[in-house]
């Protein structure tokens, strides 16, 4: 049997690797197909579309991106899009501003809370990258503020934390409409994680495509389960690593044993959606 992994993030938004440190993961990994799916950015997709060999894996398009629902930051991924679909890159672009504002106004919490860290550091660290927390919290871990990454997390910028500033989000319908009318189709993002499980009664009337399945935080019963789910609101599936390249985030590329014919699902599905205006 084939298999895929269509969850993975390179040091274009969140990831430690670079894209070619991924691409050459993915050929060692002996999976058919992949996607890269940073956070509001194409610029790792792109990257490693230019240095496909004909032999490589199948390359597909992919993002992540999150919408709020109620207080909730859901992720939604998109696949299978046009990646030169203008109304979908204006929108990529906005966020990749509010995400470099809303990295300012972290360091300006910060630096209110006695913490010494200059905000072109925190951009040195991201080197161009969309910037995002694990940025933030690699700058600090790197100037010895805080004794490791995750503690960076745990005492100023988690959820919780005194310096946190929540992310200006998508409306999901809005999201949902944008990747169908560029061709694509959207799923919902380690449904497991934080419950998010809940939200996909709401998404699927809105016309969300599928729930991702596998997931290195899922569990064989959490997995059979989110698949009964898929079934009763017929959605497709979809799995992945989520690989960030962080001890302890995530799982490694192809660790997930997802079957090629999820691929094939969502491109049956994404045709509906071509050429849409």
Do not use: W
């Amino acid at each position: 049997m084939s298999y895929i992994d269509l969850h993975m993030h390179t040091d274009y938004s969140d990831g430690a690797c670079t894209a070619d440190e991924v691409l050459e993961m993915v050929r060692a990994s002996g999976i058919s197909a992949f996607s890269i799916t940073d956070h509001d950015t194409l610029d790792g997709y792109r990257h490693a579309r230019a240095a496909i060999k004909p032999d490589d894996p199948e390359l597909i398009t992919g993002v992540e991106l999150s919408v709020l629902i109620n207080e909730d930051d859901v992720h939604v991924l998109a696949y299978l899009f046009d990646p030169d679909d203008k109304p979908l890159n204006e929108a990529l672009e906005m966020f990749q501003r509010k995400r470099h504002v809303r990295g300012q106004q972290i360091v300006e919490k910060l630096r209110e809370l006695g913490v010494d860290v200059a905000f072109d550091a925190v951009t040195e660290t991201a080197d161009g990258s969309v910037i995002g927390r694990p940025h933030v919290a690699e700058t600090l871990h790197r100037l010895n503020k805080v004794g490791s990454y995750q503690e960076a997390f745990d005492k100023f910028i988690g959820r919780r934390g005194p310096a946190y500033v929540p992310k200006v989000l998508l409306a999901p319908q809005d999201a949902i409409d944008m990747v169908h009318n560029a061709g694509g189709v959207t799923i919902l993002a380690h449904p497991i994680i934080d419950d998010m499980a809940k939200h996909i009664p709401l998404l699927s009337e809105m016309g969300l495509d599928g729930i991702e399945v596998r997931h290195s935080n899922h569990s064989a019963e959490q997995t059979a389960r989110l698949e009964r789910i898929a079934a009763r609101n017929r959605l497709v599936v979809s799995g992945g690593s989520d690989f960030h390249g962080r001890e302890g985030r995530h799982g490694a590329i192809g660790s997930q044993r997802v079957p090629a014919l999820y691929l094939q699902e969502l491109k049956q599905r994404a045709m509906q959606y071509r050429g849409r205006t």
